[in-house]
């Protein structure tokens, strides 16, 4: 590990002018290629104390051995060269984007005297005329089918051309019609050309014209009486709409746009692209990345536009890219983009209507893509198994641990104090054995308190389990009543698992384990006495204490504690004053990151459950035995909650479904509940007295947002 002051520059050697630098190790390779639009500046950033630099920047600093730099006129030379010595030197400390396929384009080689569609990946060649990418072959090939109705253009190989001119019979394609046949000389090379030229023309979105002019040759067919001519026209005019229905449209103004979405996390990033050109989606690819560098959005689309423009010239490169954040400074990139096509390019984030609406689809594709990749890396053995050593080295355990639980605690505000349980054996995900917990014992907000209950909640479940089945007799593990999901409280009224209404917490949704899951044939709760070799919390050294206090005042020391801060994902050991910094290309350290994020989602979720449930909360919801039917039958009858608090007994058991003591229970608890202020309208003054939410007071602390209403309290959510 060297020392960056061993190869800092003196000062005054370093020019206050635009450039780029690389950074070198101790074998002369090229480890980090960076541009600057001062490089006195910049470089000086490097130079700082190492205890001020972000881990990756310091792993980078401190693997390098020299630094050098070329001096350019313009921010946007500097660009340009910094992409090419990018691709020239591949440095392993740059983000490089990797096509997670091999995209396939449809391509027209005008460049040949006559002109072929084809099927091509790979580097582009000059003078082709490209088309996509497209997310499959076929679909290039069903396009194709479609279009040779209309625009027979040669789609054979040399050598199939070459057989059939040299033996004057064309191949099947010339004898059905999809084909023009100029291998038998039935067109000119010109008129094959130009075939060709308006086979391009439908396929970048000028369709209108050729579909305009099909159309009124088909009625100059018919009036001419040729039925058979208009006939073929009209079925060439279906196939052209149909090859553009495979293509929906939209961005109703015609527009030749890309969209570039990023999904990110502090590890990697996933780029997926949109190409639209005249208003239709004509193709779409991805990339993932590694974040070797510490990286903004921003730098992170200068990247993808340098790896999707840097080979590209005229018509490739469209009149409008949008993105979901613009490079700082802008100006050099989009100079650059204006440069590579010729002509003015809008680079810009949009704010409102069609554009961003197709940005949000693209950032959909964009965080599914990064999901899939997180996926298809987490199911390999092989790497699973890496990570869990890794785990094992880097905090001193005898084993690899097989099973992993990780805790985490959401709240808003302080309020609907909630905590989740994941778990995952062999590196995977176990969903039929997550729990949830609500946060009871105390009011207000203390991740740190809450952390102490659930870990002593759920091993004192664990000890009282060993000692139900004679694993261990040692008398102390006593149960606190505490449930391992069934939705059964404990003395406190805390309900803890995923559970199916028991405790008013609604049943999973799709995907998270059901109460059905939870128990063992005969309906008793499924035993929860299988210990981890791992307790993960999402925090840092003060949530890490807390879980090894309470395992340790439940006499358990052979469990081992670490925690996840997630600002610079450092690895917390209980009583060490430093924590433990796994590298970047650890897959230990990703198997941590997954079930961390995992616990945080399943946290939030039951959190947001909570908070929506309390948010529709209303008077008769404290009426025991009142279920949701007879709620909503008693609210049709009467129109609203006031009516019914000033109905009689008698007018209550008119209500189908209910009885005299039912209506008695609900006249004494409506009776007993305050009676909430008028609602205003805050527009006209007017009272709403008799407008009221089913079920629901209004102007109650638990009146929901209104739809389409900010909720400002969503960002506060941990």
Known sequence: MADPSSYRPKPGEIPDSPGVYRFRDEHRRVIYVGKAKSLRQRLANYFQDLAG?????????????????????????????????????????????????????????????????????????????????????????????????????????????????????????????????????????????????????????????????LEQRMTE??????????????????????????????????????????????????????????????????????????????????????????????????????????????EPVQEWLTGRRGSGVSLRVPQRGDKRALMETVQRNAQQALALHKTRRASDLTTRSRALEEIADALGLDSAPLRIECYDISHLQGDDVVASMVVFEDGLARKSEYRRFQIKSFAGQDDVRSMHEVITRRFRRYLADKERTGEWTDGTGATDGMTDGTGVTDGTGAATGVTDGADGTPAAGPGEPSASTLTEDDGRPKRFAYPPQLVVVDGGAPQVAAARRALDELGIDDIAVCGLAKRLEEVWLPDDDDPVVLPRTSEGLYLLQRVRDEAHRFAIGYQRVKRAKRFRSGPLDDVPGLGDTRKQALIKHFGSVKKLRSATIEQICEVPGIGRKTAEVIAAALAGAAPAAPAVNTATGEIMDDVEEPGKTPGSPGEPVPAGAPDDRRGLER
């Open 53 to 213: 630099l972000h881990p990756r920047t310091r792993t980078m600093v401190t693997t390098a051995a020299s630094v050098e730099w070329t001096v350019v006129s313009t921010e946007v030379e500097a660009l340009q060269l910094e992409y090419s010595w990018i691709k020239e030197y591949d440095p392993r400390f740059n983000v490089k984007y990797r096509d997670d396929k091999s995209y396939p384009y449809l391509a027209v080689t005008m460049n040949e005297e006559f002109p072929r569609v084809q099927v091509m990946r790979g580097h582009k060649k000059k003078g082709v005329r490209y088309f996509g990418p497209y997310g499959h072959a076929w679909a290039i090939r069903d396009t194709v089918d479609l279009l040779l109705r209309v625009f027979p253009v040669r789609t054979c190989s040399a050598g199939v051309f070459r057989n059939a001119a040299r033996t004057g019979r064309p191949c099947l394609l010339g004898y059905i019609g999809k084909c023009s046949a100029p291998c038998v000389g039935r067109v000119s090379a010109e008129e094959h050309r130009e075939l060709a030229g308006e086979f391009c023309d439908f396929m970048a979105g000028r369709t209108g014209t050729h579909l305009r002019r």
């Open 221 to 330: 067919a018919a009036e001419d009486m040729e039925y058979e001519r208009a006939a073929r026209l009209r079925d060439d005019i279906g196939a052209l709409k149909k090859a553009m229905e495979k293509s929906a449209v939209v961005l109703a103004d015609a527009t030749d746009a890309d969209l570039i979405a990023v999904a990110e996390d502090e590890l990697e990033a996933a780029v997926q692209i949109f190409h639209v050109r005249g208003g239709r989606v004509r193709g779409q690819r991805g990339w993932v990345t590694d974040k070797v560098e510490e990286i903004t959005t921003g730098a992170l689309v200068e990247h993808a536009l340098q790896q999707l423009y840097g080979e590209e010239t005229g018509d490739a490169v469209p009149r409008e890219v949008l993105v979901p954040a613009l490079p700082d400074p802008v």
